[in-house]
């Protein structure tokens, strides 16, 4: 009996100590205050939170996305949130020219970069809704074609590196961080024509930036780079597009996910989980990757 109770204590404390330690990542929200941060994709969803959640912090933003008259909602709003600067660049990440206006007015504005935080997914072709409505597989899609998926990875895997390369030389100047939000989609495999694409675009980005973290690493230059895993977040997209009711109802809060990513590029976190789940889907990609993918096909 008091040998049970001993090993119950042993195990109740283990746990705490272990949610102690890893819930602990040192984030002192003060470093935010006048942080200069560049987000893209802010016109909704993530990025319009985290645009929010760098403003209540005290930070300098610049935010983009296409739709104009959002993104002056979005400054309007950071700036009564508490933002010591929002302004927004207009422009399609798809185009280098757009790329380049926002690095150059991020220059302009600030005379140095903190933070740049890559977000935006989209593509400059029309069908993507219908495509994700329709759910069709990849190879039996009517209109499959490879300039389809050559526009979705120039908008969501080129500009990000894009961007990057672009933001680079301010980011060495101050001990920059480089934020990439990635997904589940980009460290398990997911059926279906637009998911497809998705991953492969995810998938690459995880390539591309883990490398690019080993380079700064290796040359010695103080820029770190986070890449951020996130399942299922309630935004409109997942609310008017996910089929499966339990992927909704189960979708984690968006502000909360935005100040997870806020926490993760503070902290430079090598890499961010959101929700906490993604963490042992992952392993078990890794570890076991039949297994997951028989959990994939049971599931999709
Ligand atoms: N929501 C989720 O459950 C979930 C899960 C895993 C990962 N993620 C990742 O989280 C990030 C944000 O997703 P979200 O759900 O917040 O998406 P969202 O609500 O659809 O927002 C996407 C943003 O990207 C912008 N955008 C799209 N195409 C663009 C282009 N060509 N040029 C410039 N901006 C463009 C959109 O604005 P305009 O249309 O005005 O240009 C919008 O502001 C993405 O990287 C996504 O892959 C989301």
Redesign the pocket.
């Known amino acids: 009996m008091w040998r049970l109770a001993w090993v119950s204590l042993t195990v109740l404390l283990g746990a705490v100590a272990a949610g102690v330690y890893w819930s602990y990542d040192g984030f002192d929200p003060g470093s935010l205050r006048g942080a200069t941060v560049v987000i893209?994709?802010?016109?909704?969803?993530?990025?319009e939170q985290m645009a929010y959640q760098y403003a209540r912090l005290g930070a300098k933003i610049l935010i983009?996305?296409?739709?104009e008259n959002?993104l002056k909602e979005v400054v309007a709003k950071a700036k009564s949130l508490g933002a010591q600067e929002a302004h927004y660049v207009a422009?399609?990440?798809?185009k280098a020219e757009d790329c380049e206006r926002t690095i150059q007015r991020a220059r302009e504005k600030f005379g140095r970069l903190d933070y740049l935080v890559l977000?935006?997914?989209?593509s400059?072709r029309p069908k993507l809704q219908e495509k994700l409505l329709s759910g069709t597989a990849w190879d039996q899609d009517p209109d499959i074609d490879t300039d389809y998926f050559v526009d979705f990875l120039n908008?969501n895997l080129v500009s990000y590196v894009r961007l990057a390369s672009l933001a680079l030389p301010l980011l060495k100047e101050g001990s920059g961080r480089i934020v990439v939000?990635s997904?589940?989609g980009g460290k398990i495999p997911f059926p279906g024509n637009v998911m497809t694409y998705y991953c492969s675009a995810k998938f690459a980005l995880d390539g591309f930036f883990s490398s690019l973290r080993v380079e700064v690493m290796k040359a010695q230059q103080d820029v770190s780079v986070t890449l951020v895993i996130?399942?299922?977040?309630k935004?409109?997209?997942?609310i008017d597009y996910v089929k499966n009711e339990n992927i909704v109802k189960s979708?984690a809060p968006v502000d909360e996910a935005a100040m997870a990513i806020v926490r993760g590029g503070a902290t430079r976190a090598r890499e961010v989980y959101y929700p906490s789940y993604t963490w042992p889907i992952t392993l078990l990609r890794a570890l076991l990757p039949q297994v997951l993918d028989n959990i994939v096909i049971n599931n999709t």
């Open positions: 893209t994709g802010c016109s909704s969803g993530i990025g983009t996305a296409r739709r959002r422009g399609d990440m798809g977000n935006h997914v989209g400059s908008v939000i997904s589940i996130l399942g299922a977040i935004t409109q997209n997942i979708a």
